[in-house]
């Protein structure tokens, strides 16, 4: 059954200073709503200092 095209979703993304739910730093928060037909309605992102050294190796992967 299809999905009707006026629902709206958001998705949301967090860059990290590394992998451990426990100690490690939100360094961006980013989010998208969309319909389900793809058409995207809005977008947010926003850096936030995580008051903590991101390691060489995360940066890498990232590029915060």
């Not at 319909?35 to 940066?59: A, H, K, M, S």
Request: hydrophobic share 40%.
């Amino acid at each position: 059954m299809p999905f009707p095209d006026d629902l709206e979703f958001v998705a949301f993304d967090l860059e990290t200073t590394g992998l451990s739910s426990v100690f490690c730093h939100i360094v961006e928060i980013g989010a998208v709503r969309f319909r389900t037909d793809g058409t995207e309605i809005d977008r947010f992102e926003q850096l936030i200092n995580p008051e903590y050294v991101i390691p060489p190796r995360v940066t890498a992967i990232h590029g915060i």
